[in-house]
């Protein structure tokens, strides 16, 4: 496959996603995404957080590296962009390094303020954990919320619907680690 540097993150999908011969309904279907949420990412509208990126790259069958690739860069365009589109999205940044053998991946992500997540819940293989290391985060898991400030931390079925939201005055930073099977 030949890399396109220049591609956005949201053409990147669609071009694999073409490229395997996969429908927005089916990528839909695949990754319990809606084919709305998933053509916002296409179209550069939505910065999808990690895992959604994860959940992409597991359908699409491509190393997360190779999605990501100019992704933190687009994120931080689209945030500064419109702080109505920021609130749809989290920036992060990877702690490891990925690989196709390597299945422990963490991430420093920030939540703005008063941040809620509307209409978006993610689910996607594996476990997840979340430590907060400044301000506070609500958390639903299925049908469970938690409220976590600094120092406190949960773990959870990463394939369990969940969503996250900074209802504080001030952003949020975790330590997120996401093991994928």
């Known amino acids: 496959m030949i890399k396109k540097t220049d591609e956005s993150f949201g053409g990147r999908i669609q071009r694999l996603r073409e490229a395997k011969g996969l429908s927005l309904d089916v990528l839909s279907h695949n990754t319990g995404y809606t084919v709305d949420f998933l053509k916002e990412i296409e179209e550069g509208k939505t910065a999808p ?3 959604v990126v994860l959940q992409l790259g597991r359908v699409l069958k ?62 996607h293989e594996g476990e997840e954990f979340i430590y907060i290391l400044h301000g506070g985060l609500t958390i639903q898991v299925g049908q469970n919320t938690s409220t976590l400030k600094k120092g406190e931390c949960i773990s959870f079925d990463s394939s369990l619907s969940h969503k996250l939201s900074n209802p504080t005055s001030e952003k949020a930073e975790l330590l997120v680690v996401i093991y994928v099977p």
């Open 49 to 51: 957080p990690v895992a």
């Open 62 to 123: 491509v190393d997360m590296d190779q999605l990501q690739e100019n992704r933190n860069k687009e994120a931080s365009k689209q945030r500064t962009k419109s702080h109505k589109k920021r609130v749809a999205s989290y920036a992060y940044a990877p702690l490891t390094t990925p690989g196709e053998e390597k299945h422990l991946r963490a991430y420093r992500v920030t939540i703005d303020p008063e941040t809620e997540h509307k209409g978006v819940e993610y689910n």
